[in-house]
């Protein structure tokens, strides 16, 4: 009896110490969420390429989950708090945040820091080729489509049409840019914003059911003081050709988009993420979910970034030689 007891009492002392070393090998792959935007739009595939890359997804220590959201603004409140580990964010809006200086929002969200440059993401306004607006200023009593509530895309939309006195001047209609587009195509808006890299494939979809024009911003931007008010946007221009009927340039300006972490995610969480997508094959991987993830490099890896960088995303861009 006593030889038995002994026994099992081993046999549980054993158990116990195997669910301990257990539980601290599963505690040790912490779950990273990494917050998208909304369906439709490229801040969503960023997180849902990052999540299912297998290498990623081999990584021992933690695992990345994809969450849609709204969209830059939400990402860089819940990055903040610490209810995402990782996002997307415009370079704009981390630098006004930090600043305290978002609309109806002075608020510091100091636990954002930047890790890598994505790719650029431009202005983009579509009308009908035949509505007669050139400008934003045109857009006085219109239907427009500014983007989902809480996106990057209805901020700066929110931003830009402030600055040129026109944001209450228009009937808003809050929405994301598939949804945009569909109400665009049945006559039901009369322009439609978009703050995101092209070619887009809600204004191709516009541009199947109506002949489509898209307004030079940069000459708004220009005329009114713009760029010096906000010196994180740089000019580009959309290329001709890149949706069917502009067959010119169509010059504009555009935020920069990084992958964001709050401050409290280890330094070797970040390294290890950048080290496994910043690759030849990482790189691959991402152009192939997205086109427009080709600007992604090691040589644009702080391109845009105006506001403090992660200490692992420092270490690692440091070591490409990218970062002095």
């Known amino acids: 009896m006593k030889r038995t007891w002994i026994n099992a009492a081993g046999i549980f002392a054993f158990l116990m110490v ?28 960023v997180a849902n390429a990052i999540q299912v890359y297998k290498p990623v997804k081999e990584i021992e ?13 939400e ?23 930090r600043n305290g200086m978002m609309k109806n929002d002075t608020n510091k969200y100091e636990d954002v820091m930047a890790v890598a440059y994505l790719y650029g993401a431009p202005a983009q306004l579509v009308v009908r080729a035949d509505s007669g607006i050139k400008s934003v200023k045109d857009l006085e009593g219109k239907k427009v489509g500014v983007g989902n509530a809480g996106s990057g895309a209805f901020a700066n939309c929110e931003l830009f049409f402030t600055h040129m006195g026109v944001w209450e001047k228009i009937e808003r209609n809050a929405m994301g840019y598939n949804d945009a587009a569909a109400a665009f195509g049945n006559n039901q808006l009369d322009a439609f914003w978009l703050f995101t890299a092209f070619p887009s494939g809600a204004v191709i979809m ?24 906000y010196p994180y946007f740089a000019k580009l221009a959309i290329p001709a050709g890149t949706y069917k009927g502009v ?78």
């Open 18 to 45: 195997t669910m301990v070393f257990a539980g601290d090998s599963y505690a040790l792959k912490k779950r990273m969420v990494f917050g998208g935007g909304p369906a439709g739009g490229t801040f969503q595939v």
């Open 247 to 324: 067959e010119t340039d169509v010059p504009s300006f555009q935020d920069s988009t990084l992958m964001v972490a709050n401050s409290k995610v280890p330094e070797e969480v970040v390294y290890e993420l950048l080290s496994v997508i910043f690759t030849p094959e990482g790189l691959k991987h991402m152009v192939a979910q997205k086109k427009t993830f080709k600007e992604m490099s090691i040589e644009n890896g702080a391109k845009g970034i105006v506001t403090p960088m992660h200490p692992g995303a420092e270490k690692f861009w440091k070591e490409k030689g990218v970062l002095k």
């Open 61 to 73: 220590n933690f695992s990345v989950r994809a969450q849609s959201s709204g969209g830059s603004v």
């Open 75 to 97: 990402n860089l409140r819940k990055v903040n708090s610490g209810r995402m580990q990782f996002g997307v964010c415009y370079s704009g809006h981390v630098y006004l945040g």
């Open 206 to 229: 516009a541009a199947q059911t109506n002949d489509i024009a898209m307004v030079d911003l940069n000459a708004d931007a220009e005329a009114s003081g713009f760029y010096k008010k």
